[in-house]
């Protein structure tokens, strides 16, 4: 092969950009996936967005990893792909001396938009601590540890380096999904990796949990999506939001670190207010499915897309829902579960092309109709199709 | 009154915010307007968004100063509150020593959220320029004139003051809405005040003309909302976009300026170009309306949005094919322009409290039911009225 020619876009392997450029025979740059893919499995925009090759890195290394019929060299090699892709391209030395990382990467691998939040950051730990147990790559290992450090100092000690200017009518605001992402990250590095390396992080565990604690307000009749830091509800839409499949998203964190650490007391609470209660709340008793926003007041909400359907608090809430039936046995979680098994199963794979959709109208239309876009990739669906596999083999074999 | 008591939010003005703090007789400190109202015409939000208090003091001068029947003294009374609340709370000096606005103030007028983009600036002058017509205060034209300068920096010569890191994969873009924009203030500020003023600003005028038509593609066939600054077309989503309404509304800017300054080639080109092509393009023809974003290859946009019937578009769109009517005399457009006006008026009006609604789903039901939101306010709807009013007018008369 020539030097510098760009090789074919073969789709043979779905969403990976084969496209990659031979500068010399050994040094090929390795160019990640591409995450936009119509209804019929094109690629309708080359744009690479950082959260999603992070999440699918992550997700083919857990395959790869704990599923034997997922355990294939050619898993392993699109996932080392996508990571190299990211280590090289991802990273951004931010202006005031700190890695960021872009949101969004040209085909090639130049920066088009860096967020003033943790999100893409979060996604890259998630990827790299994947990534080194997959590979046995230490450095990797390393590299999710350093910026987990960054994240913690952004979190917990001074947010500049994100690039945002404290406006004085700017209130500090807990925003549900950055304990989350926190706690996800904390578990995700500790599993497995002993009771020192568990208790190094066992603070901001507890931090997190707290922090997403404080989301239950109303007396503990509605998880709010925004609080203040003291974990009182803030004046506005802001203050009012629910996000009913974000709080069932935390609710299986929570379950998940109540049974690391057998705390009984939060499991209950999990369930309780981060199950059943977005459940209660957030289930369109019309048409079926989670609403995407509410108003905890029955205002509506500002966001245009608040009524519709989305694929991604189906999948957290068939986790959340069969989690907390594995952990109490009780029926009626079970209901649950089979209900939103059954909405999210009528509505959202495609019969043609296969893949699911993402977006339907409240109604339960198709409203936009591609498989994967810049905040839809290889993560929520099977991720769900994954945990659930799992949780049900163990109710099967009676280990739970 | 008691200094510094809060007085009650009466609701007698509608969206004027008149819970304003005494501090003493004197020293009233205005409070500008609620914009967000529920269905019934509560206040759901006092979040304060610099976009519409520009604009609604704008409307308020231009319908007092241009129409009997609206030159009374609580009209201008209300549109100096906003333009002193402006003056003391939008502008905050950004970190490189240039004035940046607020996009988004707390009710007693503290900065919540700064964009790195124009528009609040933009509204900001539209305001002050139409506000010193009305009042005949020099310095507020001056104000206005001081920003516009600004403005054009920004957008001719060095954006970095906008705050927005240069990313070498961030392909510089014509975004349709920035010369439209500056294409407006050029006509607010020139508007009457005599040839020296208007050859002054000619030139800009001439460029933001220029960047205008750029978006015309596709062999005349497509009007696209980002194309590159030497008027080819991107790549990707953000290359394949399509906004109808902002089109025709960028069509009857074109068409005010082809009628100001004589030029029928750009008269032809507006109608044929951003006033039919946008009506064919973006007309829904099994559920009515204008549909809010499309691609032009046929994909479906990425924005969740993007098939739900806004009230802008329509409003946007009834002036373009009455204008276009009233410079033409041709029948297809008056007939446009009826289509459109029996879609607007049997969906958005709310027959049982006033007002319209904003955003309805493809279908043409009422998605999101409150009638001032973070982006509706007092503007598109009156402009609209009093558009068509005046050029119905003109019509009637046999002026046009």
Chains 1, 2 share one sequence.
Not at 97 to 102: D, I, R
Not at 283 to 298: I, P, Q, T
Request: hydrophobic share 35%; aromatic share 12%; proline share 4%.
């Amino acid at each position: 092969m020539i030097n510098g020619q760009q090789t074919e876009n073969r789709r043979a392997d779905g969403l990976r950009d084969t496209g990659g450029t031979l500068l010399t025979v050994q040094t090929y740059i390795p160019r990640g996936f591409f995450t936009c893919i119509g209804r019929d499995g094109k690629v309708f925009d080359e744009l690479k967005y950082v959260w999603l090759q992070g999440r699918q890195v992550w997700m083919y290394c857990r395959l790869y990893r704990t599923m034997d019929r997922f355990h294939k060299p050619e898993i392993l090699e699109a996932a080392k792909a996508g990571g190299t892709f990211l280590r090289k391209f991802a990273r951004i030395m931010g202006s005031g001396g700190q890695w960021k990382c872009a949101f969004c990467l040209t085909r090639e691998g130049k920066a088009v938009k860096i967020q003033r939040t943790i999100f893409s950051e979060c996604f890259y730990v998630m990827a790299m601590d994947e990534l080194s147990r997959a590979t046995g790559d230490t450095d990797m290992q390393l590299e999710a540890e350093q910026m987990m450090e960054q994240l913690i100092y952004w979190v917990q000690v001074d947010s500049s380096g994100l690039g945002r200017p404290h406006l004085p009518g700017d209130v500090p605001t807990n925003s549900m999904a950055v304990p989350m992402m926190l706690l996800c990250l904390v578990q995700q590095i500790t599993e497995g990796r002993g009771q020192k390396v568990a208790e190094k992080y066992r603070d901001l565990g507890n931090w997190c949990v707290q922090q997403i604690l404080q989301h239950v307000q109303r007396d503990g009749t509605a998880v709010l999506e925004n609080v203040s830091f003291d974990g009182t509800e803030l004046q506005g839409c802001q203050g009012r939001l629910q996000n009913p499949g974000h709080a069932l998203e935390a609710g299986w964190f929570l379950l998940q670190y109540s049974t690391q650490w057998g705390d009984k007391e939060l499991q209950k609470t999990a369930i309780s207010k981060f199950v059943e209660v977005p459940y209660q709340s957030g289930w369109d008793k019309e048409h079926g499915g989670l609403f995407y926003f509410l108003d905890v007041d029955g205002n509506c909400p500002t966001q245009l897309e608040w009524s519709m359907k989305l694929w991604w608090p189906h999948c957290e809430a068939l986790v959340a829902f069969l989690m907390a039936y594995q952990q109490t046995k009780k029926p009626e979680l079970l209901d649950m579960f089979s209900q939103v098994y059954e909405y999210t199963f009528n509505h959202f794979p495609d019969a043609e092309n296969g893949e699911w959709f993402g977006y339907l109208t409240q109604e339960g239309k198709v409203a936009l109709d591609f498989k994967g876009g810049p905040f839809k990739g290889f993560f929520h669906v099977p991720r769900c199709l994954y945990m659930c596999e799992r949780i049900l083999d163990d109710l099967l074999s009676n280990k739970a």
